[in-house]
């Protein structure tokens, strides 16, 4: 599994038709608000050109990309959280994602209603956070209530974890998103954990823009990156019409596509890039002529906890790790010949698993 991103957003910005494009999955999308009314959930395969290749060398009988997992929920309007709207209702179920995705409307188009009755970023984003801040406040003042009950009794840890709601109360009345104070205490972050607050998740900005946009943007988008990197945050520029487009293409046909329009990279891609970078996540291959598969894991891990993403008793039984680059795969065409010219290496339980690595784990139970 790659990771489980979460697509927010007022209604009518272009949620749905995106969600359908990316995923292929055929959610209902309109112009009008509220078009979703149940959550949808789709899967896609994380493109990756080195996956491609061993699979081309090895032709394995079963193949394993590793996925993402996108949830498109109804659109958000301001007071959504007291209620208003249909999006309130689903908000939950974004909370175990690892990321949020904002679609942010940055066209013009007077044949598409906009839920404000015009095109303003700004706006439209600080309406979400706010739904978003204050869903997660209700989440600990009720929290509060219990903690409140529990301290009464006087043990050490359940003052602790008081002291950590009335902090993250105090926050988020000041406006600050939550992930704003992780790292800072490990009660709160403990607490944060367990509520699974949505503002404690990281978030991008999916610009959605009109197609003679795409390469460079706009004044909506400018806007859009300034706000972005005032709050250590970053900008992806994709337009729901060429992904349409492209979810109808070949893959041949897509890169043909995407040459045509000056593009080096669908906004797929860029999404799901954009989703690692934020994770720190990471992919190592397993690979043979039964199975070439991917496999998720985050930046620093070391080769044990790697080897558990596969089955836990791979981490608690590993021995040691035979271990190749793709660099290296790519260079001698083979597992065999990179062997032959010793790059094949033996690493233990301290070896930092690198990003592209084709590991076999030996392990005992």
Same mark, same amino acid.
Request: charged share 25%.
């Given at each position: 599994?790659?990771?489980?991103?979460?697509?927010?957003?007022?209604?009518?910005?272009?949620?749905?038709?995106?969600?359908?494009?990316?995923?292929?999955?055929?959610?209902?999308?309109?112009?009008?608000?509220?078009?979703?009314?149940?959550?949808?959930?789709?899967?896609?395969?994380?493109?990756?050109?080195?996956?491609?290749?061993?699979?081309?060398?090895?032709?394995?009988?079963?193949?394993?990309?590793?996925?993402?997992?996108?949830?498109?929920?109804?659109?958000?309007?301001?007071?959504?959280?007291?209620?208003?709207?249909?999006?309130?209702?689903?908000?939950?179920?974004?909370?175990?994602?690892?990321?949020?995705?904002?679609?942010?409307?940055?066209?013009?188009?007077?044949?598409?209603?906009?839920?404000?009755?015009?095109?303003?970023? %700004?706006?439209?984003? &600080?309406?979400? =956070?706010?739904?978003?801040? !204050? $869903?997660?406040?209700?989440? #600990? /003042?009720?929290? @509060?209530?219990?903690?409140?009950?529990?301290?009464?009794?006087?043990?050490?840890?359940?003052?602790?974890?008081?002291?950590?709601?009335?902090?993250?109360?105090?926050?988020?009345?000041?406006?600050?998103?939550?992930?704003?104070?992780?790292?800072?205490?490990?009660?709160?972050?403990?607490?944060?954990?367990?509520?699974?607050?949505?503002?404690?998740?990281?978030?991008?900005?999916?610009?959605?823009?009109?197609?003679?946009?795409?390469?460079?943007?706009?004044?909506?988008?400018?806007?859009?990156?300034?706000?972005?990197?005032?709050?250590?945050?970053?900008?992806?520029?994709?337009?729901?019409?060429?992904?349409?487009? %492209?979810?109808?293409? &070949?893959?041949? =046909?897509?890169?043909?596509? !995407? $040459?045509?329009?000056?593009? #080096? /990279?669908?906004? @797929?891609?860029?999404?799901?890039?954009?989703?690692?970078?934020?994770?720190?996540?990471?992919?190592?291959?397993?690979?043979?002529?039964?199975?070439?598969?991917?496999?998720?894991?985050?930046?620093?891990?070391?080769?044990?906890?790697?080897?558990?993403?596969?089955?836990?008793?791979?981490?608690?039984?590993?021995?040691?790790?035979?271990?190749?680059?793709?660099?290296?795969?790519?260079?001698?065409?083979?597992?065999?010949?990179?062997?032959?010219?010793?790059?094949?290496?033996?690493?233990?339980?301290?070896?930092?698993?690198?990003?592209?690595?084709?590991?076999?784990?030996?392990?005992?139970?």
């Amino acid at each position: 599994m790659g990771f489980k991103c979460g697509i927010v957003g007022l209604p009518n910005v272009g949620k749905s038709t995106i969600f359908n494009a990316i995923t292929n999955a055929g959610a209902e999308s309109a112009n009008y608000p509220f078009c979703t009314i149940d959550p949808n959930v789709g899967m896609v395969n994380v493109p990756d050109l080195r996956f491609d290749k061993l699979v081309g060398s090895y032709k394995p009988r079963s193949i394993v990309p590793t996925v993402t997992q996108f949830v498109d929920i109804a659109g958000l309007v301001k007071g959504a959280s007291q209620g208003e709207g249909l999006g309130n209702q689903f908000l939950t179920h974004i909370r175990e994602c690892e990321a949020i995705m904002e679609v942010v409307r940055c066209f013009d188009d007077e044949n598409i209603v906009h839920v404000h009755g015009s095109v303003d970023p %700004l706006r439209d984003v &600080e309406i979400i =956070e706010t739904e978003l801040l !204050l $869903k997660d406040m209700d989440s #600990v /003042e009720k929290r @509060l209530v219990v903690e409140n009950k529990n301290a009464r009794v006087g043990t050490p840890a359940s003052k602790l974890r008081l002291e950590a709601c009335e902090k993250l109360k105090n926050a988020m009345s000041e406006g600050i998103p939550v992930r704003r104070l992780l790292g800072q205490d490990e009660v709160l972050d403990e607490v944060i954990s367990d509520l699974a607050l949505l503002t404690a998740k990281p978030i991008f900005y999916c610009a959605n823009v009109n197609e003679q946009d795409m390469l460079k943007g706009n004044a909506y988008v400018d806007t859009l990156r300034e706000y972005a990197e005032k709050h250590n945050s970053s900008v992806v520029i994709l337009c729901g019409k060429i992904e349409e487009e %492209l979810s109808a293409l &070949e893959p041949d =046909e897509k890169v043909e596509f !995407l $040459k045509e329009l000056g593009l #080096v /990279e669908s906004g @797929l891609d860029a999404v799901i890039r954009k989703g690692y970078s934020l994770l720190g996540l990471r992919t190592y291959f397993t690979a043979g002529e039964k199975e070439v598969r991917a496999w998720t894991f985050e930046a620093g891990w070391k080769a044990p906890a790697c080897a558990g993403v596969i089955h836990s008793d791979f981490e608690r039984g590993f021995i040691r790790a035979e271990t190749l680059s793709f660099a290296d795969f790519e260079k001698y065409g083979s597992w065999n010949a990179a062997k032959e010219a010793g790059l094949v290496r033996t690493e233990g339980k301290e070896y930092e698993v690198q990003d592209g690595d084709i590991m076999y784990f030996l392990f005992n139970v």
